[in-house]
């Protein structure tokens, strides 16, 4: 009833860019936080960045100066610009929404995309 589809990503060399979107779609009533997390081989999820109720931003320490996160309130899109790439960066990114209302519902749920494979590398 509602799905994350994402998009963006790909092979990048060290110091480039990219920039990966995610569009919530379905019978969305409300959805009020988005965010990235990542996850590179034999690691765990960790968050890259993502809005908090209330507005405010967070981002991983080892993103800060270089990632952006950004929000289309209209579309329900969420953006990561993603500049001067480290191989450290590699990962599978996801898009996140925890607290997603569907339309003629009461309940909130927790939802993720599939994932979109960053790869940094000369």
């Known amino acids: 009833q509602v799905q994350l589809v994402e998009s963006g990503g790909g092979l990048v060399q060290p110091g480039g860019s990219l920039r990966l979107s995610c569009a919530a779609t379905g019978s969305i009533a409300e959805i009020n936080v988005m965010g990235w997390y990542r996850q590179a081989p034999g690691k765990e999820r960790e968050m890259v960045a993502r809005?908090?109720?209330?507005?405010?931003?967070n981002y991983a320490d080892s993103v800060k100066g270089r990632f952006t996160i950004s929000r289309d309130h209209a579309r329900n899109t969420v953006y990561l610009q993603m500049n001067s790439l480290k191989p450290e960066d590699t990962a599978v990114y996801y898009c996140n929404a925890p607290r997603v209302l569907l339309t003629g519902s009461n309940r909130f749920l927790e939802v993720w995309g599939q994932g979109t494979l960053v790869s940094v590398s000369s």
């Open positions: 809005f908090t109720i209330g507005g405010f931003i």
